[in-house]
T-cell receptor
Framework: AQSVTQPDIHITVSEGASLELRCNYSYGATPYLFWYVQSPGQGLQLLLK??????LVQGIKGFEAEFKRSQSSFNLRKPSVHWSDAAEYFC???????????????FGRGTQLTVWP | DAGVIQSPRHEVTEMGQEVTLRCKPI?????LFWYRQTMMRGLELLIY????????DSGMPEDRFSAKMPNASFSTLKIQPSEPRDSAVYFCASSPTGGAQHFGDGTRLSIL
């Protein structure tokens, strides 16, 4: 069965520091992977996605993620964090639906990011 | 472009009442998803539709929950009768075939 693990429930970094949020997935075939961000009182916003090709994908707001099949990981990174990046981050994997490329998403439990000024 | 639109944004009602949550997906998207988010259980998929047809409703917690999609631009999630444990944030999302899901801002539901 598909599953996503985000080992870190809460991470705190200083503004300007680098950031890496971990995500491990369990899926028997080629995964379709996503990172979403959720600010308080808001819905989930797509940061980036990996479908195929280059394993380093660029997203919005200066984020990037690297797919490593050997480690079943899809970690999110940002070289310099801004105070506005404080939010909750969700990793997700998609399961194919009746032959289409995407169907339902399986989400991790999220990582809450706090940014110190 | 208009995103996924959910209404109401907040709903407070008493136990036993019927609750109806509404969702307008992004035009052209043929998948629609309903999620529930709680501190205890995180994000749970309740049901999803493809071309207005329910595909997987295995996440619907009980018979008290029902969802419909009468046309490509509208869906409802109904709880009848509501219970305090139904209190959560309910999200609707839509996607094109082969594309990523886009989420609405959610409905915060409180059952007293």
């Amino acid at each position: 069965a598909q599953s996503v693990t985000q080992p870190d429930i809460h991470i705190t970094v200083s503004e300007g520091a680098s950031l890496e949020l971990r995500c491990n997935y369990s899926y028997g075939a080629t995964p379709y992977l996503f990172w979403y961000v959720q600010s308080p009182g808001q819905g989930l916003q797509l940061l980036l996605k990996y479908f195929s090709g280059d394993t380093l994908v660029q997203g919005i707001k200066g984020f990037e993620a690297e797919f490593k099949r050997s480690q079943s990981s899809f970690n999110l990174r940002k070289p310099s964090v801004h105070w506005s990046d404080a939010a909750e981050y969700f990793c997700a994997v998609a399961a194919p639906d009746r032959g289409s490329t995407l169907g339902r998403l399986y989400f991790g439990r999220g990582t809450q990011l706090t940014v110190w000024p | 472009d208009a995103g996924v639109i959910q209404s109401p944004r907040h709903e407070v009602t008493e136990m036993g009442q019927e609750v109806t949550l509404r969702c307008k997906p992004i035009s052209g998207h043929d998948y629609l998803f309903w999620y529930r988010q709680t501190m205890m259980r995180g994000l749970e998929l309740l049901i999803y539709f493809n071309n207005n047809v329910p595909i997987d409703d295995s996440g619907m917690p009980e018979d008290r929950f029902s969802a419909k999609m009468p046309n490509a631009s509208f869906s409802t999630l109904k709880i009848q009768p509501s219970e305090p444990r139904d209190s959560a944030v309910y999200f609707c999302a839509s996607s094109p075939t082969g594309g990523a899901q886009h989420f609405g801002d959610g409905t915060r539901l409180s059952i007293l």
